[in-house]
């Protein structure tokens, strides 16, 4: 876990030249933010696990592992998205698009159920990048728009959503999914190595300063020399890409690729990624705690079906109210550090 | 950079765009108008109109608040899960009478208005992020009310659903009543005015002394009644409430609608007569590819290509 603030805030703290005793409180404020959702994520998990004999067990600890990865690769992109202050709302569509072009495709070898899904995403996620950064277009509607054309070009993929393509139980595909390697799923692993690279890349390369500097201040950005329409163009094709990554893996896991899924879950990955402490603003984020983000999460609908009286619509209800809660927190912290 | 060489294309791109922008909408519900009538069988005929009429008064309904909100420089995402909401009240409450149920609906609709606005004015969450979060906890509440599809048995809510006065439905005669009240309200009051003011430039409309949270409140109080009310029409429509998949969707159809009728996503303008053609433009378009044996899916494709091409025309007008 990276602890260290992020450069463009550090930044901007020098710039303003606060009296000590604001910088104080203001590094609290930045902790709180930075560090909030994985307190209540530990906090959640020990209260989870007192209060029921079935959470901390291997079987409950792998599932909800396997379910998180998923969304996990969808928000690692999210993440990119939003530092840069977009958004991009097309993420569920392409996710369900993404494992039923790989299931289709995994008739054809592994190569093809990966690449297909691959290519395809990552060139819508192309097309918003271009028409959000050359054309100057706002980032929800056009994402809007390609989360229904992606949704339209599913159906039509699929007859409609009558159709559904298997995935072979004993090809090399099927055990990207559904395999394991000490224990733990191998999609859990290849979630865990592209959080790592993510990481990287947004703190660790020049990109990763374009990134932080386009949702820091557009304009600032362009006359410091950072290619500002190439970095935005770049994080939703990034998007595309991870969305449907995230649908092929979901296909080879599942064995088909099924047409209702990923409804609602640019929702899911957008609370993730601001849980995480990312600001809806830009300029402002961290990969880890968008894994954090995705985690709580899971752990929070893990316990209302544990407590099983409750059902799914109860679900919505309380992510709804804390996304509502995280995000007043957010304002309130970001308020106090005189970010926003 | 780019500005530099397309404005140096000629100028007359840009006026062709803003001519496109500004009667874009009526023109192109004239040529599918055309287009059917030529190519559709059984097309012209009082019948069809009246059924067509009548699909698209709940999406006018909840394409007006949503003008409302983008006029603001806002958005509301929640208006599904809004249509959602009422249909469960509506059934909860019917046994007190429908006159009773509505109005309970109504209040609902209502409530997630002013949580949205507040969300909003208040603390100053994004429009997008606020009307998200009630969008998923709106239709979450709706559920837990009532879990599944319900008839309704009422006859006053099938006359509602299904009459007319001199052969014009009920709906209709709501949606364009609704419609007037509204551009009445954009164009005449003060209330309109402050609303586009804000839409225009909060900072500046903040420094003029306009109320602006009371005025943003009121905003997604309207589209949320709006949503309501589109709720409880398509509710005694269907004569069934159907909380899972009532309104699915209808955020992105009421965008769709606002946004082709010219109206600028920036705010600080509302074209409610360019709202009402675009609501009329995306169901004649619905109608002309089902007509024709052409998917469903391809309508999606089609909706996602005028929405692009609207919001393109709309910011080559913004530049000039």
Redesign the interface.
């Known amino acids: 876990m990276t602890t260290d603030v992020d450069i463009p805030v550090r930044a901007r703290d020098t710039a303003e030249e606060e009296p000590s005793g604001a910088g104080r409180s203001e590094r609290l404020s930045a902790l709180a933010q930075q560090h909030g959702a994985l307190v209540t994520l530990i906090v959640a998990m020990t209260v989870a696990s007192f209060s029921f004999d079935t959470f901390l067990t291997g079987d409950n600890l792998e599932n909800m592992a396997l379910s998180s990865a998923f969304l996990a690769v969808v928000a690692l992109g999210m993440t990119f998205v939003i530092v840069t202050g977009g958004i991009d709302l097309s993420v569920g569509s392409l996710f369900a698009l993404g494992g039923v072009l790989a299931a289709w495709g995994s008739r054809y070898g592994t190569v093809v159920a990966l690449l297909l899904p691959l290519a395809v995403c990552g060139l819508i996620g192309l097309v918003n990048g271009l028409l959000i950064a050359r054309s100057r277009l706002a980032p929800f509607i056009v994402t809007l728009a390609s989360m229904l054309g992606a949704r339209g070009l599913l159906l039509s993929v699929t007859d409609e959503g009558s159709k559904t393509y298997l995935v072979d139980k004993d090809s090399f595909f099927a055990k990207l999914g559904q395999g394991a390697l000490l224990g733990v799923g191998v999609p859990v692993w290849i979630t865990v190595a592209l959080f790592v690279l993510g990481a990287v890349v947004l703190r660790r390369t020049r990109f990763g300063q374009y990134v932080y500097a386009v949702g820091g201040n557009e304009d600032a950005a362009a006359l410091m020399g950072a290619p500002v329409a190439r970095t935005k163009i770049s994080v939703y094709t990034l998007s595309g890409l991870c969305a449907g990554l995230a649908g092929a893996l979901n296909a080879a896991w599942l064995v088909s690729g099924v047409t209702i899924l990923g409804s609602g879950m640019e929702l899911e990955a957008i609370s993730a990624v601001v849980i995480g402490g990312t600001l809806l603003t830009g300029g402002f984020g961290f990969i880890s705690g968008s894994l954090v983000g995705v985690l709580l999460l899971k752990v929070i609908q893990n316990v209302i079906n544990q407590i099983g009286s409750l059902d799914s619509a109860y679900q919505q209800v309380v992510s709804g109210a804390f996304l509502a809660a995280v995000v007043i927190a957010q304002t309130w912290l970001g308020r106090r550090r005189r970010v926003l | 950079m780019?500005d530099l060489t397309l404005g140096r294309v000629t100028v007359d791109r840009g006026r062709l765009l803003g001519l496109l922008q500004e009667y874009g909408v009526y023109a192109g519900v004239v040529a599918l108008l055309l287009v059917n009538t030529f190519f559709t069988p059984h097309f012209l005929s009082t019948e069809n109109f009246r059924t067509q009429a009548v699909q698209v008064s709940p999406v006018l309904i909840v394409a007006l608040g949503m003008a409302l909100a983008i006029g603001s420089e806002g958005?509301d995402l929640a208006v599904g899960s809004v249509m959602a909401l009422s249909t469960s009240l509506l059934s909860l409450y019917l046994g007190y009478g429908p006159g009773v149920a509505i109005l309970i609906a109504l209040v609902g609709g209502a409530v997630i208005g002013v949580a949205n606005g507040s969300?909003i004015a208040f603390?100053?969450?994004?429009p997008?992020?606020?009307t998200?979060?009630?969008?998923?906890?709106?239709?979450?509440?709706?559920?837990?009310l009532l879990?599944q599809l319900k008839d309704v048995h009422d006859p006053a809510m099938a006359e509602l659903g299904s009459g007319d006065v001199l052969g014009v439905p009920y709906l209709v005669l709501i949606a364009a009543a609704l419609a007037l009240l509204v551009a009445f309200v954009v164009r005449r009051t003060t209330f309109g005015r402050q609303l586009l003011a804000i839409g225009d430039s909060r900072p500046a409309a903040r420094l003029a002394g306009l109320p602006v949270r009371r005025v943003l409140i009121l905003v997604y109080v309207c589209s949320g009644v709006l949503a309501a009310v589109a709720g409880v029409l398509a509710t005694a429509r269907l004569t069934a409430s159907d909380p899972t998949s009532l309104g699915n969707?209808m955020e992105?159809s009421a965008?769709t609608a606002v946004?082709v009728g010219g109206t600028p996503?920036s705010g600080g303008r509302v074209r409610i007569g360019g709202t009402v053609a675009g609501a009329v433009l995306i169901q004649l378009l619905t109608t002309t590819l089902i007509k024709h044996d052409l998917?469903?899916?391809?309508?999606?494709?089609a909706?996602?290509?005028v929405?692009?091409l609207a919001?393109?025309a709309a910011?080559e007008r913004g530049k000039r």
């Open positions: 780019t958005v969300l603390v100053g969450v994004q997008i992020v606020a998200l979060a009630l969008m998923v906890a709106g239709r979450g509440i709706a559920l837990v879990p969707l992105l965008i946004v996503l998917p469903p899916s391809w309508t999606q494709i909706q996602a290509v929405i692009v919001v393109y910011r």
